[in-house]
């Protein structure tokens, strides 16, 4: 199965800042890659697929990239619903594995 | 309106099964995979398994963590999607949620409010 690892598992910041997550596979898995958003108590929200692809709605200040086994996502200006959960997930082949997730606080 | 609801979440005795539907409107139910991931209390995602399309042979995956004891199935004219889950332990209590996945995209576009499942004597 492929692992997915991300990091920092907890990242504070500020309104404003950028802010960059980051995801390795433990083997390459090309672009298949995206990434979610969970606040809390509601269903995670997508993000970004293909590792760099925007899906419609979601607010410019998001951006990924990356290839193979390292990827990022990038927040360019955090705003005040930006903190919140993220999770990377593989869609390269099953099992479909997600990443421990990194959770954004407000400093 | 796209939209998924999941229903069928309860408390379980430990061994026993429960069913999860997954119901699909304001889309072509058929044209995509459908997926199930649960979250436990406190916890990360952790995807369970799904079913490919019936243009993609109506396949089924899972996770090592379920196989052999959770089945998914679909019923594409009701626009449902079914989780089995037989054998049911503690660690599978959590919510669970289903999503739909794209062909062009394999992402999870489209998620429902999720169901909780608790699993305890």
């Known amino acids: 199965d492929i692992q997915m690892t991300q990091s920092p598992s907890s990242l504070s910041a500020s309104v404003g800042d950028r802010v960059t997550i980051t995801c390795r596979a433990s083997q390459t898995i090309s672009n298949f890659l995206n990434w979610y958003q969970q606040e809390p108590g509601k269903a995670p929200k997508l993000l970004i697929y293909s590792a760099s692809t925007l899906q419609s709605g979601v607010p410019s200040r998001f951006s990924g990239s990356g290839s193979g086994t390292d990827f990022t996502l990038t927040v360019s200006s955090l705003q005040p619903e930006d903190f919140a959960t993220y999770y990377c997930q593989q869609s390269y082949s099953p099992p479909r594995t997600f990443g421990q997730g990194t959770k954004l606080e407000i400093q | 309106e796209v939209q998924l609801v999941e229903s069928g979440g309860d408390l379980v005795q430990p061994g026993r099964s429960l069913r999860l539907s997954c119901t699909g409107s304001?889309?072509?139910?058929?044209?995509?995979?459908m997926n199930w991931v649960r979250q436990a209390p406190g916890k990360g995602l952790e995807w369970v398994g799904f079913?490919?399309?019936?243009?993609?042979?109506?396949?089924?995956e899972f996770a090592a963590s379920v196989k052999g004891r959770f089945a998914i199935s679909r019923d594409d004219s009701k626009s449902i999607a079914y989780l089995q889950m037989n054998g049911l332990k503690s660690e599978d209590t959590a919510m669970y949620y289903c999503?739909?996945?794209?062909?062009?995209?394999?992402?999870?576009?489209?998620w429902g409010q999720g169901t909780v499942v608790t699993v305890s004597s």
């Open positions: 999503s739909r996945e794209p062909r062009k995209s394999l992402a999870f576009d489209i």
């Open positions: 304001g889309f072509t139910f058929g044209d995509y995979a």
């Open positions: 079913i490919r399309s019936k243009t993609y042979g109506g396949t089924t």
